[in-house]
């Protein structure tokens, strides 16, 4: 089956440029922000389902519908998005509870032009973790996930909404830094061994060569510093999982959302983390992940027991929901 020109793309910008578009019609017209969101939300997923069927499911493991250009050649940034058959699916995951969580909104009347303009941005910044294969672009859209999110608990949320907000703010920002500080590290380690600082994740794993050759950046650090690096972004990326004990963000954020936030906020932004460690971190360095294989599977455990029997003392359906996820 034949996909559309920059069809990825498409699915990856189409919410966001209608972003200002709803609000700013929407501050005229009491319900056309929210069909505007409907309709765009709509359109998403009716693009993410015709390019799953146009995925190639013989070749699941491979990147396929690649956009690639060179976004600050100076710096090593590009604009690289593709999927393959992991990323496939939470795009698809993506665009399904978007569309049930807009649908899903009809209770919230106060300002609805900017909530729905917040939403398409999330939507946005959501898709775009789950495609982006450059570590810059990547960490761009992993961000950009936290200023709607906040709003949007912060200003339609429940009583205790600012508090829950600013926690989960202070909370994955803090991940982010850890992660954005690690990025750099090997984006300095990879340039200076091979004479090419790039933020290309295919190139920096070894998927793709580099200069005819193919590298790994893992090759290049020994293994007790790959250790340290690896905790680094498995407690970054842990963080939105998240695992105990950096998990006390999520109740409160789960319980002072609106309804259709706390959808996406259990059904998307926490899988984010798990993406993130299989992703990028194992990739990257293979030999410590399986250095570290069994403290992983106990904190493993560990969460599942743990959250698993708090979940069954709560009485708020919204905070048992919080406390099973992370179990």
Do not use: C
């Not at 963080?239 to 996406?264: N, Q, R």
């Amino acid at each position: 089956m034949e996909v559309l020109p920059y069809e990825l793309s498409i699915i990856l910008w189409l919410p966001i440029l209608a972003s200002p578009i709803t609000y700013v019609v929407g501050k005229n017209s009491r319900n056309a922000a929210r069909w505007l969101a409907i309709i765009v939300s709509l359109l998403d997923l009716i693009l993410a389902l015709h390019l799953t069927l146009a995925f190639d499911m013989s070749k699941t493991a491979e990147l396929q519908f690649v956009e690639y250009y060179n976004w600050i050649p100076t710096a090593g940034i590009s604009y690289i998005i593709g999927v393959d058959g992991f990323s496939l699916i939470m795009v698809l995951l993506s665009t399904i509870l978007s569309l049930a969580a807009v649908i899903a909104s009809n209770h919230i009347h106060d300002s609805e032009h900017l909530y729905y303009a917040l939403f398409l941005l999330l939507e946005t910044s959501l898709i775009g973790v789950f495609v982006s294969f450059d570590l810059f672009l990547f960490y761009v859209f992993w961000e950009l996930v936290l200023v709607p999110m906040y709003f949007l608990i912060a200003i339609w949320g429940g009583p205790r909404r600012k508090y829950a907000a600013i926690k989960f703010f202070i909370y994955t920002h803090v991940g982010s830094v850890i992660m954005l500080v690690s990025f750099f590290y090997i984006y300095w380690v990879f340039g200076a061994n091979t004479g090419t600082f790039t933020f290309n994740l295919l190139q920096l794993i070894g998927r793709t060569p580099l200069n005819g050759t193919t590298y790994s950046v893992s090759q290049f650090i020994q293994l007790s510093l790959q250790i340290y690096l690896f905790i680094a972004l498995f407690i970054g990326f842990g963080i939105k999982v998240p695992i105990v004990p950096f998990h006390t963000w999520l109740p409160d954020a789960h319980v002072e959302a609106p309804g259709p936030i706390s959808v996406i906020l259990a059904g998307v932004l926490l899988k984010m983390g798990g993406y993130g460690i299989l992703r990028i971190a194992i990739p990257m360095f293979p030999e410590a992940a399986s250095y570290l294989s069994w403290y992983i599977a106990i904190i493993g455990v560990i969460n599942m027991f743990y959250a698993g029997f708090v979940a069954m003392w709560q009485l708020d359906l919204k905070r048992l929901i919080a406390y099973s996820s992370i179990s």
